[in-house]
């Protein structure tokens, strides 16, 4: 008996405290995990919140190697909204900066003040120790000019990820440098007399490797003091 009456008055007791808590989490505000601006919604979802966010544009300008690429970009709150090509006179180049231009601009714009603004002074840099969301530079050390893209999506506070195409004279294109896929490691620096490449690994270990026939990474072991 004593059993049965603990079996019918335990939801009595417990069911206040779940009326309770159910109440207090529906009249919670919403929270916004990602601050200020809203995210974008997934296509079908346009919510007011993500319509009514200030429209702000952007225009870039890539130069390397002859090759020219320009791009205007959109943003809604923080969110990149739209990369549409203006003017490019290499296939391939406008290829790459359509296809990575989700995770190199997916940053917003530095001033949040910002309508329209020429980007490129800012984002686009000849020198990779300066930094920037774009690098023109010679990585492999064969002379010409070579693609660097950060991919934000995939960069921290403590270590930047960055995409390399190589530039082929030949065919006047570019092509993949998987170089963290071969190193284990980020692109840190460039050592130009040396024609070697510093680069980080994910654990803060830095790691040197030696550029030789444009793209035979072999790394450089320090010897070991007795």
């Known amino acids: ?31 916004k995990p990602f601050g200020h601006w809203p995210v974008k919604p997934p296509p079908g979802v346009q919510q007011a919140a993500y319509i009514d966010a200030p429209v702000r544009r952007g225009r870039v300008r890539v130069a390397l190697n002859g090759d020219v690429w320009e791009g205007a970009l959109q943003y809604r709150g923080a969110e990149l909204d739209s990369l549409r090509t203006i003017r490019c006179n290499n296939e391939r180049l406008g290829q790459i900066m359509e296809a990575e231009g989700k995770a190199c601009f997916a940053l917003p714009l530095f001033d949040e003040t910002d309508s329209v603004a020429d980007l490129t002074e800012r984002w686009v840099s000849g020198d990779f120790e300066e930094g920037g969301r774009i690098v023109t530079e010679d990585v492999n050390f064969d002379g010409h000019k070579d693609l660097v893209l950060l991919n934000s999506l995939q960069s921290s506070l403590s270590q930047r990820s960055y995409h390399i195409w190589l ?14 896929g071969r190193t284990g490691g980020e692109l840190l620096a460039r050592e130009k007399s040396r024609k070697e490449l510093l680069v980080a690994t994910s654990d803060s270990e830095t790691k040197v490797f030696r550029v030789s026939a444009d793209t035979v990474l072999q790394e450089v072991v320090a010897p070991k003091q007795l």
């Open 1 to 31: 008996m004593n059993l049965l009456r603990r079996s019918f008055l335990r939801p009595v007791v417990l069911l206040p405290g779940f009326v309770v808590v159910f109440l207090a989490a529906c009249n919670e505000e919403p929270k």
């Open 167 to 180: 530039y082929d004279k030949g065919s006047k294109s570019y092509f993949y440098w998987d170089v963290a």
